[in-house]
């Protein structure tokens, strides 16, 4: 079903792997039977099949959220819809039905052109995890101080504003009923097991903004009413240089943490509950992992490296 595939594609052509191609191939034909006519010709115009010189980030959105919808649509085949226009004329990537319960998904996946510019540049780098207001005035500190020494500092780009947006743009998408039997979703694609660690702060850190002191107002995304972090995007991304990491198309190989909205219209406790038991996730582990106070935002992190990885569980490469 994959059909007019490019050679130099560098997903799907002659560097890829057969595992991947044949991954795509199946998710062609599981999602089949839920498309129209017209959005199935679209999945080839999405993965950009027929190009060599492809936009990476729109092939990379389109990938995720084509995983999270295959994994909803092989488990909750009667029920799945996919691009459900929830909101018309506005849709989400899709949604399903379990226990008497509606889960509208909408699937974000960052452009990390900009990290991606740091990451390459020779110097050295520096981030900051939450918002904090003394960081502008530091990093000029920290400027001069290396520039005096003839070396050179890089801070990475804060990326909280995209999720700020990707919550509003949710928002927007879902509809206004606010019954407990339907709970609306954000699903947000990161990269590496420290950016998953930075889009965590952006929620859960200084002023996050599923925190009382969120630095917008929580109001204009209270139709949000989880908001999942997983790393498909790193699972994706030039996967052929990734040794350690396969099942690239199986979103329950990924890892996944999940965070309710506490400004949420209204609690939907049980069905909310129920969706930490769709979704294979590390929420529970990562929550209750021990570590000293002052490194708690580095929690996930310190889990994956000192946890998953002394056991051979390689959910990140490396």
Known sequence: MLKLINSEHPYLGQNSSKEYVASVQDMLI??????????????????????????????????????????????????????????????????????????????????????????????????????????????????????????KLTPYKHLDNRMKDYLIGAHDKFSDENYENIVNVLWVCCDDVMDMTNWTSYLTGIKGLLTKASFHDTSTFNKVDMVVLSNLHHRHAKYQDKTNISNHWDMSSSFNIMFCNPGRKSNKENAIKNFYNIVPNFSKEVSNYSISGELDALKLSMYVNQELRSKGLHFFNG
């Open 30 to 151: 599981s999602l089949d039977e839920f498309l129209t006519p017209t959005e199935f010709r679209n999945l080839h115009k999405k993965l950009q099949v027929s190009k060599s010189n492809i936009n990476e980030a729109q092939y990379l959105q389109a990938v995720c959220e084509l995983t999270v919808c295959l994994y909803f649509a092989k488990n909750y085949q009667s029920t799945f819809i996919y691009e459900d226009k929830v909101n018309p004329p506005k849709d989400v990537d899709c949604s399903f039905r379990n226990d008497q319960t509606k889960y509208n998904i909408e699937v974000k996946c960052a452009d990390f052109t900009v990290v991606e510019k740091v990451k390459n540049q020779d110097s050295f780098k520096v981030s900051a995890l939450g918002r904090m207001d003394e960081y502008p005035d530091l990093i000029t500190t920290l400027k001069d101080v290396f520039e005096s020494s003839e070396q």
